[in-house]
DNA sequence: ACCGAGTACGAAAGCGCTTCCGAAAGCGCT
DNA sequence: AGCGCTTTCGGAAGCGCTTTCGTACTCGGT
C-alpha cells in the first residue's frame, strides 16, 4: 500500500511518468493541451502512488479552494445544528470540505468570521441564519460579501432576502399567518406573540405573517402584545412571566421560533398552568424534539437538513444572472400543545 | 476603513511598517529575534490595515496548519452538536478554523474522512465519539492516526479509549453506575436496559456501570433484559415496544442516551403508561432538551461543551510522552421521569 | 583601540503547485 | 521546399509566507 501525504510530491508523479511537472499538474486537473494517452498515463501512475494534492501549494497558486464556510449563529442550536447537517451531508458527497464558524448573533462577530473566511480563500461561503432588519447593520457585511462574489467566490444564504445572493428562503410570513389562521380558527382572540430581538428579520417577518392573518379576521394586530426578548430558550421564559404579569387574559402565546416556545411550555409548567387547557402554544421551525415536548408542540415545519443541501447545492452551480431563490415551503404541524380557546 | 482580504500581503504590511519581510514574519508570530519596539510598531500597522495572513502560504512554508479537523457521528444529534459547539468556541478564541465531516456511526466511512482530513494536511484532527468494541473494525483506523501522529500531527479523541492518543473520556462506566444506584435505591428490581448496537464502547462501558451497581446490591446482572437496537430515538423506541410484549413485569428502563431515551418516553406514552407511575426511566448525557420533556428526564449530566473544548485544549499543548487522558466527570441529574418502584 | 560574543535586522532560498510563454513538431497549403 | 497554423509539451515565473544565513551594529572585557 504506497502511503499517501507528506513527501509525495507531483514532481514524483512527474518523474515517474516521464513527463514535466506542467504536463502532469494539466494531466491530473483535466486541463486540456494533454494528449488523452499521456494525461491517461500520468493519472495512472498518480493513482498507483496514492498522490494527494497538496491543497495549500495548490491554493497558493491559484486554484480554487475547495472547502465551503459555513456561518451559523450557534451550531448547538438544533434550527442550526440540522442545517449544518445537510450542508455537511452533501459536501460529503461532493468531498468537499466543510469550515463552521459561529456568529453569536453578533453581526459585528458575524463581520468577523465572514472576514476571515475570505482570508482563509474558501471558495465557497454559506450565510444560515436570520439577517438583521437594521440595514445599517447589514451594509458592511454586505459590502464585504459583494466583493467576495465579485473576486470570484460563491455564496448562497439561508433566510436573509436583504443580500442580493442566490438565497434559500425560509416561508417565514406564510408560515406565521398559518400559526395565526390556526388560533384564529381555534377561537383565541387574546393572542400575544413571544418575539426574538426585533433586529432580527425573522423575526419580523413572522410576526408580519401573524398581523396579516389577524387582519384577514378583522382583529386588530396593534393590539396584540409582542414582547421581544432574546431568540432562545430562556428568552421564551421570561417573555412568559411578562404575560402572566401583564395581560393575564391571554388564550394563546405565539413564540416565534421552537426553542422560545420550550422556555415558553417550561414556564407554563412551573405556574402549573394546562396547556393547551388553559393556554395554547405554537412554536415554528419544527425542530427534531418538537415532538417530544410535553405538550407536544405545534409548529411549523421548516425542511432544515434540506435547506442546507439546497443552498449548497445553489452554491456549487454556477452564478446565475440575476440572484436565484429557493423558497422552501413550510407545513403547520398540529400537535397536542394547541386547543380551543377555555370557556 | 482599511478592506482586508485579497490583495494585502504581508509585504506590504512591511514596507509600510518599514521594515523587511522577515522581520514583519518574525514580528507577526511572535518568534523572538526583534525588538519590542519594532515587533510592537509591525502589530500595530498590520491591525490598521487590517491583515490577515493568507493560511495557505503560511502552511506552505512550513508553519503548521491552523485548520482543526473534527469528526463526529452525525452534527445534528445534539450530543454531538454541543460538543462541536464547544470546539467551535474554543478554535474562535484561538482563531483557528474548524473542519467538520460525518462518520455516520460507519467505521469505513469514518476512515475515509481521516484520510480526507489528513490529505488536506490539516494540523489537528479531533475524532468524537464512540469507538467500537471489535479491535478489528479500528485496527486500521487506529494505523492511520499512527501514521498522522508521526507525521506531526496532533491527535484528541472525545471517548475512545482504545487509541493511544490524548483523549477526554466520559464518565460511561461511573455514571452507569450511579444510574443503577438510583434506580435501585427507588426499590426497583426489575431493570431493563435498551442499549445501542453492541459493537460501540461507550454502549459496554454504561452496561458495565449498571451491572456494577446491580452486583454491589446483590442482584444478577445477567438477569436483566438488555436490547440491542440502534442507537437513537427510533431504537428506543423499538426497544420499547419489545419490552412491554416481552418483560411485562419491568418497573424501570435505563436507556442509554438521552435520544433513546426520548423514544422510550415516546412509546410510553402511546401505550399510556405512566411515567413514573408505573415505569421509570433514565437516559444519559443530560442534552439540552431533557429538562423538558414530558416528564423532565432524570439523567447523567455529561459536560458535552466543556469536552469539545478540553479536547482541542489537549491537542494544542505539545504532545506528551503517554497519551494524556481527562476523565470528565458526571452528575445525575434527578428530574420527574422516576421514582419508587409502583406498589 | 581591538576582539569575540551577542543582538537586530535584511536578502534570498525555498515550500508544492498552477500557469504563462515559448519551443518543437506535425499538418495542410501554396 | 517553404510558409503559417495548431497541437503538445517543457522551462520558468510566480503565489505569500517561513526560515536559514549573512551582515552590520552594539557592548563589555582586555
Redesign the interface.
Known sequence: MP????GLRLIDVAQRAGVSLATASRALSGRDGVSEEVADRVRQVSLEMGY?A????R??AGGA?S?VGLVVH???D?YF??I??GV??LA?EQ?L??????SGRDPSQELR?L???????VGIIIVAGSGYSDPRVESETRS?LE??ER?GGRLAVIGRHSLAADAVLPDNEAGGRALGEHLIGLGHRNIAIVAGTAELTTVTDRMAGVAAAMRAHGLDPAAMPVLHTDFI?EGGRVATERILREHPGTTAIIALNDAMA?GV??ALREHRISVPGRMSVVGFDDV??A?????SLTTIRLPM?DMGRMALDLALKPPAARPRRRRTGHQLVVRDSTGPVPA
Chains 1, 2 share one sequence.
Request: charged share 15%.
Open positions: 502511503k499517501p501525504g507528506p494527494v497538496n491543497p495549500y501549494a491554493t497558493l479552494s472547502t450557534q451550531v448547538d438544533p445544528s440540522e449544518a447537517g455537511i451531508q460529503g468531498s470540505l466543510v469550515q463552521i464558524c459561529h468570521q472576514r476571515n473566511l475570505i482570508a482563509q480563500r464585504v466583493g467576495y473576486a430558550r420550550m411550555l417550561s427534531s424534539v415532538a417530544d415536548l410535553a405538550p437538513t
